[in-house]
């Protein structure tokens, strides 16, 4: 009897001390912090202006809501909303969105804010999408993409060493 009640007790202690170990019922996800969204957004306008290429560029969070819009000198104003779009379409989608052309005339194509053309990329830290970055007001997209690019490239290597 002894030896049941023991195991009894045991077995509750080690149920018990598993259920604490499990996560409560929130989820914690890793954001880029304003500096940050900030240095890609400048890594980007400055990667275009060495090409004497005029930006708007957009730095959003994971789900897509702006952290930073910066329009160099003489770029065209719509560069700001273009570039916000694209940086929301890759968030959103965490895709590029040069890889989201086939897909431009569907219904979720033609859905509201959504830009599915070369110019905006997912920012991925560990496999984890923390946001994404929008650029616009080169010609041809691939110039967009690029400049995005950049701006990532210019944190990548701090982010992935502060996991």
């Given at each position: 009897m002894k030896f049941l009640l023991s195991t009894v007790v045991l077995s509750f202690f080690l149920f018990?001390?598993?259920?604490?170990?499990?996560?409560?019922?929130?989820?914690?996800?890793?954001?880029?912090?304003?500096?940050?969204?900030?240095?890609i957004a400048q890594a980007a306008i400055a990667e275009c202006t060495k090409m004497g290429?005029?930006?708007?560029?957009?730095?959003?969070?994971?789900?897509?809501?702006?952290?930073?819009?910066?329009?160099?000198?003489?770029?065209?104003?719509?560069?700001?909303p273009i570039s916000h779009?694209?940086?929301?379409?890759?968030a959103n989608f965490n895709s590029?969105?040069?890889?989201?052309?086939?897909?431009?005339?569907?219904?979720?194509?033609r859905a509201p804010m959504i830009l599915m053309t070369a110019g905006g990329l997912p920012i991925e830290v560990g496999g984890a999408l923390v946001g994404a970055v929008g650029?616009?007001?080169?010609?041809?997209?691939?110039t967009d993409e690029q400049c995005a690019q950049a701006g990532i490239d210019s944190v990548l290597d701090d982010l992935e060493?502060?996991?």
């Open positions: 018990s001390s598993a259920q604490a170990q499990e996560e409560p019922g929130m989820v914690s996800t890793k954001r880029l912090t304003m500096p940050t969204a900030l240095t290429i005029q930006i708007g560029v957009t730095v959003v969070d994971r789900e897509g809501i702006i952290q930073v819009t910066l329009r160099d000198t003489i770029a065209a104003q719509i560069t700001v779009r694209k940086a929301y379409t890759a590029a969105t040069s890889a989201l052309g086939d897909r431009a005339n569907s219904p979720v194509g650029v616009s007001g080169a010609p041809g997209g691939e060493m502060a996991l």
